[in-house]
């Protein structure tokens, strides 16, 4: 059983520090094509992507960009983002989490679901159990700890309302930088 779970760790390891840091996006979507559930067309992802928990928990939608150095975690549940997503450098996603009323520090998760036309900004930290709403933004530096509505703008720690988007929100995102 050691072997299997070195072996394992190895193979995590190797897909994390060598293959998602390759500066050839195409090379790095043949690999996230056989991991995620769902990648779709016109998606970019950057370089330094860490991916965590079981094949197919994840899907991403089309035109989304995820920058450089973000965590999407699906060992708690499902993460699905969908489309013109926008999420910044940085960011962590998470579907599981440690409950702090445990007293043998087991951990808790949730689904977190990210609808289309967000824009997360950098270094965004979601918990599990969250749902962000159709166009909604989410500040530089915040904890979203709770549901988003649709086309809030939220920031802080936690996260609260801050303002409302007016846009009518007819972008579609096409991101392609030569070495990311």
């Known amino acids: 059983m050691e072997v299997k779970a070195w072996f394992l760790g190895l193979t995590k390891y190797v897909f994390r520090e060598l293959i998602m840091n390759l500066p050839s996006y195409k090379v790095r979507l043949f690999f996230l094509k056989r991991i995620l559930k769902n990648i779709g067309t016109n998606t970019f992802i950057a370089m330094g992507l860490d991916l965590l928990g079981r094949n197919g928990s994840i899907s991403i939608g089309n035109n989304t960009i995820i920058n450089k150095k973000v965590t999407l975690d699906g060992r708690g549940g499902e993460l699905i983002i969908g489309n013109n997503v926008d999420i910044g450098q940085d960011s962590n996603i998470w579907t599981i989490e440690h409950d702090p009323n445990d007293d043998y520090h087991q951990v808790k998760g949730g689904s977190v679901i990210i609808e289309d036309y967000v824009w997360i900004a950098t270094r965004v930290t979601i918990l599990p159990g969250v749902k962000i709403g159709w166009g909604a933004v989410v500040a530089a530096g915040s904890v979203v700890t ?11 720690v936690p996260a609260k309302v801050i303002g409302q988007r007016k846009s009518k929100l007819k972008y579609t995102l096409n991101y392609r930088p030569w070495f990311l």
């Open 146 to 156: 709770k549901n988003v509505e649709a086309m809030a703008i939220v920031g802080g």
